[in-house]
């Protein structure tokens, strides 16, 4: 009994020391030593281009923490806006290796597409916009309401299956781009807009002349979980652009940041130096240096951190965490375990 139980764990720890498979996706990657990133063409808190055309935001952020992990530097990606109509495309044909634009994640993605979610980074529903002046309170005061929506989306379904449920009649104005929907909105060709939550509070400081002027309504009509994506069949870049999601996650909730992170190199915690490479195995699992979760917190923080500075109350758009805060706290933010 005792012989076989050492054969188990031998087995275990050989299988331990394996090195990660290699993929195409990841072998491409490292190779062209540049990640290729999908983002929105522009949606505060997200991914926008700021001032200088270098694109901020929770999902560009994202973007440098897998190039931080894969080359041990931020700044090796490059951006690649998409629209609604291409960013599948751009996916799908390999133009980028991993989108990361705000999108929902649904059963027909992940099986028709062809596509593999990397977690959600955002835990979203959509809403409706209003102008004050209407004296509208709830969604369901619009009844015989135009509203501006984007096609080709989960939200131009949602807005029918909403009208649908509550027997109101809505008149959507689909439009090809954010941008025309905002304009279309303020000129009052529609009486309403919807999007993500999200995107209208967004839209609300960036886009909108007086902001004040114009009310999100309470309700969510729809379960809107956005994250990354990937392509089916690389098991290996799935990985790595999963787990750097999940170690921001999990960093957050042990106390890892951008300031103490090389200062907690020297900590006794086992699960400390497990994720920051002191002790190793992490990296060589996944085929990446042992100090690539060091390299995400500190050089681009953890989940906490970069929602603060992107979407939270340390950035214009002023967001709550609520569902996005860590599971301790009553939120929807909980990793896996790195074990």
């Known amino acids: 009994m005792f012989r076989h139980f050492q054969l188990v764990i031998a087995f275990c720890v050989g299988f331990w020391t394996l090195p990660a498979m290699a993929g195409q996706t990841f072998e491409a990657v490292k190779a062209r030593g540049l990640l290729i990133c999908g983002v929105n063409t522009g949606v505060a808190g997200f991914s926008a281009p ?3 055309g270098v694109y901020q935001g929770l999902d560009a952020e994202f973007c440098r923490a897998v190039a931080a992990a894969v080359f041990g530097d931020a700044s ?3 951006f690649v806006p998409t629209t609604y109509q291409t960013r599948f495309i751009a996916l799908q044909s390999g133009e980028v290796d991993v989108l990361a634009r705000n999108v929902t994640q649904t059963l027909l993605r992940d099986t028709a597409l062809g596509f593999n979610f990397a977690g959600v980074n955002f ?3 959509q809403g409706f916009m209003v102008p004050r002046r209407a004296g509208i309170a709830s969604a369901r005061q619009l009844d015989g309401a135009s509203v501006c929506v984007l096609p080709g989306s989960t939200t131009e379904l949602n807005l029918a299956d909403f009208a649908r449920r509550e027997a109101i009649r809505i008149e959507p104005i689909v439009l090809s781009s954010m941008d025309e929907m905002t304009a279309a909105y303020q000129a009052g060709r529609c009486d309403a807009m919807t999007t993500d939550a999200s995107q209208l509070a967004a839209l609300r400081v960036s886009a909108l002349r007086e ?6 309504l309470p309700e969510r009509i729809s379960k809107e979980p956005l994250g990354p994506m990937v392509r089916h069949g690389d098991d290996q870049w799935l990985d790595v652009v999963s787990w750097t999601l999940r170690v921001m996650i999990e960093a957050e909730e042990i106390g890892l940041t951008r300031e103490n992170v090389e200062r907690m190199r020297a900590s006794q915690d086992p699960n400390v130096q497990r994720i920051l490479g002191v002790v190793p195995g992490f990296g060589k699992a996944l085929g990446l240096d042992e100090a690539w979760a060091y390299n995400v917190i500190r050089q681009v923080g953890n989940y906490g951190e970069v929602f603060e500075r ?3 109350r340390g950035s214009p758009v002023g967001l709550e965490r609520g569902l996005n805060d860590l599971w301790t706290r009553g939120g929807l933010m909980y990793s896996l375990p790195l074990r």
């Open 50 to 52: 700021d001032s200088r």
């Open 123 to 125: 835990y979203d529903g």
């Open 76 to 78: 090796k990606v490059r």
């Open 310 to 312: 992107t979407l939270g």
């Open 211 to 216: 902001p004040e002027a114009h009310a999100i």
